[in-house]
Each structure stands twice: as C-alpha cells, then as structure tokens.
C-alpha cells in the first residue's frame, strides 16, 4: 500500500515539474501577448517578422512594415525624423508583448511639443485639444482612416481641416489674407492691391456691408469676386433720386456723405444763396431738410431761424431783421453800435459803456429791449430805500451822489445837511459812519435819523468823567483835525494850573490809568493837590 502511494507521489511530482518546464520554454519565447493591432503576429513562425535572431528588434523591420513613418523619415520630415527621435530604436518607445489593451502609443499630450512635428501651433491652434484634429474626418489615406489612433495622415494646408468659406472664388492659401489666430478679420489682406481703394469711411465699412453672404452647394458663401463699383449706386441708394445724376464724386466724398467735398466741388455760390461765415459749417440737410431741390425761402433770417426776440423789434419796425444787429459770423457779439444806442432814449457813457448788453436786456426767457425805462431804479436796485429824503434824492436818480463812472465814487456835498464834514470827518468812508452796528451788506447802510453826537458814533475813552447828562460833548477838549492832542483844553482854566517844571511833564505822569468792568482809562479829575499828594 505504501508503495503504491509511493509511485502515485512520484508520478504526481513529475507531471508537475514536466508542466513547469513547458510554460518556461513558452516563456522564454514569448514574454506576452502582443498589442492588438499587432495580434495577427502572433506564434513563433511569426517571431522574425520583428526579430532578428540574436539581436533585439530592428527598426529596419519596423519600418519595412510602417511605410507611412519611413516615408516621412525618409523626406526628413514630421516628429519621427525630429531631434528628439532621431538615433533612437522603435521598441524603446514602442514596447509590445504587454498584452492586448496596451497602448503602444502613449505619450503626455499636454507636455508634448508640437514644434517638433515641423507645425507649430500657434494663434488659435495652440487652445485645441489633439482630437479636435486628429480624428478620421480630416485624413484621406483609406488605410491612415481606420486606425482610429493614428496621430498621422493630416495634412497641414488649411482646407485640409477647415472648409472653404469662400466657396473656391478665391485662393485655397488661406494664409494669404487670414493668420492663425481668428480668421476675422482678415488682417492680412491688403486691399490696396485690389482695384477698389478703400478711403474715408469706406476704411470703417464692415467687410461684410459690402461682400454679402448667400448659400452657394448648401454651405453659407461670402462673395468678393465680380463686386460691382464702377459707380456709387452699385452699393448705395441715390437719396436724390437721380435728380443730380449719378456722379455722387461730384458733391461728396469717401470722407463724409452729409458733409460736402472739401476742394469745394459744389459751389453754392452759384445758387440765390452764397454761404457766408457759419453757414459754411451747417450740415446740408438743417436746410435742404424736404430735399436738395426742393425750394426754400429765404429772404429773411426768419425764414430759417426761430425769431429769439419773439417779435420785440418787428414790433418796433416792421421792417426789421436779424441782420440788422447780427452777422452770418456768429450770433454773438451784436453789431448794434455805441452810437446806434445813444440815438435812443437811453444814452451810455463811463461804466455803462463796459456793461455786457445781457446785464440790462434780460429776460426769464429771452432779451428785452422794449419798455426798458430810463431810470436808474428801472435796473438797479434801490439799496437806500426810506433812508434819504426826496429832498436829496429827487425822483430816486442815483445821479445825486454817484456817477456813472463808478459806483463808489460819491460826490455828495455833505454840508447841505446839519452835519457838515471837517477835517478828519471828510476822510473816512461813508459806510463807516451809515452802516449800522449789526450791518453787514450794501443794503443795510443808514442815512436818516443818524445823531451828531460825538458819542453816539464815537467810544468815550475817558469813562464819562466828562459826561453831562450822560452826553459827553468832545468838542470842548478836541477839534476834527486830530483827537490828540487835545487842543481845545485849557489846563490853566482847571483848579490847578501848570507853572515852572509841572509845564514839561507828561500827562501821564500825573493822570494815571484806571479801570473799571469794562475798560482802562485815564483818570482826569484829580482831587487832591498838595504836594505830597504826588512827591
């Protein structure tokens, strides 16, 4: 019984070791399934297709079955006759025997440079991804077609990917007129060297305004060939309807259609109305606005403009117009003259002469020149109303006191009231002594019921020890030429009379100061005498 599992045991290793010895001999000659695309290469009859014996794979043998990549080797072109390639073996970027789903060919397409395969991707070309392009649609090789992994068989003109927009009218180089990066617009077309020059505003003109798009076989068609330009009406509608003829060159030109030729081709001089200063600006169609040969009138500013004045001068003359103050030069300024003027009722001198005419001939919504008036409260404000008398101010005529020249300038006579101007009194300003406290504008100045005080206007510097009757009356110490010093006060009229030395000592050196809640003074009234009262 033992011996019998003996030989069963015996028998069961060597079946086992017999396996192993026949998948190691398999294994030595094939290490693996080959690709799927090389998968009828499969079995050793096969082996030397690829292999040569003894050596590892030949490239010769690789290419002898890749025409397509020796051809272009051999034309020294695209990524295969590269630097990068160059001088190396197929197997050691085309690996095979790694089973059926191994991809043979493999590289990182995001960090592959392009450059190498002699076309660069530029412009737009450079954002598309490798199967926008390299896909069946876009090769012709029937045999290239079928292998969907093929990075081969495109070629690199431009209607070998893209569709001919222009229909074969034009070149099929694309890249006569277009650049990689939009193909609008065509930034290499030149069409100076076309028998149509582009100038003017035929430069800002869309391509497509005058190169329609139709559909020609199916397939959206922009035409640029048999465009007709002999005349302006093949492309633009005759607004004149034929009535100048249609030589449009003879008015306009590529510049401006609403604007007429600059070297004065039309010459309006030779119409019933020659253009003078600003008319030459205005645009054709403010006139001509039923058409260019439609009449108008024109005999009068009116016919044409809006009457600014709103009739105040037609009804003053009838046969007035705007020509009679304004030429076609401007509007602005009036040739109304000085002299004009001073045949109204209203003669300008002095500063009325500098006056802009729009500070008197004012209105909310036009210029007033009728029922002016010719008073001076008829446009200026009266600032010294109910203060000066009509005896002063005889029918409120400014004139009493003021001139034309300027306003400023008074030439009141003071003495005609009961406050005649002496001496320093005629110095100050006006407004110094008729503008109230509290007054801060023109309009607050005070003429009636001023007081001749002198401390009404005046402080009284000596704390009203002179005071009588809480009036104190300067003018028995001081005269308007000079407040100090004091030339009307007499020390020898006081109760101590100044003899000897007492004659050369300052005031202050007996009056001494004082103050009280409000102010320092001098204190005048001495009581005490005696000698010693001050040594």
């Known amino acids: 019984m033992n011996y019998l599992l003996l030989i069963k045991f015996k028998y069961t290793l060597f079946t086992i070791l017999w396996l192993f010895s026949f998948q190691f001999a398999i294994g030595q000659i094939s290490p693996g399934d080959l690709v799927k695309a090389h998968a009828h290469l499969e079995g050793m009859s096969n082996c030397t297709k690829c292999h040569t014996l003894g050596k590892k794979v030949s490239n010769e043998k690789c290419l002898a079955c890749h025409q397509e990549i020796k051809a272009r080797i051999d034309q020294k072109k695209g990524y295969h006759a590269s630097t990068e390639v160059r001088g190396k073996t197929c197997a050691s970027c085309h690996n095979d025997h790694h089973g ?242 001073n045949e109204t009722s209203f003669q300008l001198f002095d500063a009325h002469l500098a006056t802009p005419c729009i500070a008197c001939h004012k209105k909310a919504d036009a210029w007033k020149f009728s029922d002016m008036g010719n008073k001076c409260v008829d446009c200026h404000i009266d600032v010294h109303d109910k203060q000066i008398t009509a005896s002063y101010y005889p029918d409120k005529s400014c004139k009493t006191c003021h001139k034309e020249t300027r306003w400023n300038t008074v030439v009141f006579d003071h003495s005609l009231t009961k406050f005649p101007l002496t001496d320093a009194h005629a110095i100050p300003d006006c407004r110094k002594c008729h503008l109230p406290l509290n007054g801060k504008s023109i309009a607050d100045f005070r003429f009636a019921g001023l007081s001749d005080k002198c401390n009404d206007c005046h402080a009284d510097i000596h704390g009203e020890q002179f005071a009588i009757s809480s009036y104190t009356d300067c003018a028995r110490c001081h005269d308007t030429k000079s407040f100090l010093p004091a030339s009307r006060f007499d020390h020898g009229a006081t109760r101590f009379p100044l003899d000897g030395k007492h004659n050369t000592v300052a005031c202050s050196g007996c009056h001494k100061s004082r103050q009280d809640n409000q102010r320092i003074f001098t204190w005048y009234k001495i009581e005490k005498f005696k000698c010693e009262d001050c040594h």
């Open 100 to 341: 059926r789903n191994f991809q043979i060919i493999r590289f990182n397409t995001e960090k592959f440079n392009h450059n190498l395969t002699g076309y660069p991707l530029d412009g737009a070309h450079s954002g598309k991804a490798c199967k926008d392009c390299h896909k069946p649609d876009f090769i012709n090789d029937a045999k290239l077609k079928k292998n969907s992994g093929t990075f081969l068989g495109l070629k690199t003109e431009c209607l070998g990917c893209h569709q001919d927009y222009h229909q074969g009218t034009l070149s099929a180089s694309c890249i006569d007129c277009h650049d990689a990066k939009s193909f609008k617009p065509a930034t290499k077309f030149d069409h100076t060297k076309t028998n149509f020059q582009l100038k003017g505003k035929h430069q800002q003109v869309l391509c497509v305004d005058c190169h329609k798009t139709s559909m020609k076989n199916g397939v959206k068609f922009q035409q640029f060939t048999d465009i007709g330009h002999g005349k302006c009406t093949d492309c633009h509608k005759d607004p004149h309807e034929n009535k100048f003829g249609q030589n449009c060159a003879q008015c306009h030109s590529e510049t401006s259609f609403k604007l007429l030729k600059t070297d004065n081709s039309f010459d309006h001089s030779k119409t019933n109305f020659k253009l003078k200063g600003l008319h030459k600006q205005v645009a054709c169609e403010k006139c001509h606005k039923n058409g260019f040969t439609a009449p108008l009138s024109f005999s009068r500013c009116t016919d044409c403009h809006v009457d600014y004045h709103k009739g105040d001068f037609s009804r003053r003359d009838a046969g007035s117009d705007c020509a009679d103050c304004h030429t076609e030069m401007g509007y602005t300024p009036s040739t109304f003259t000085v002299s004009r003027h």
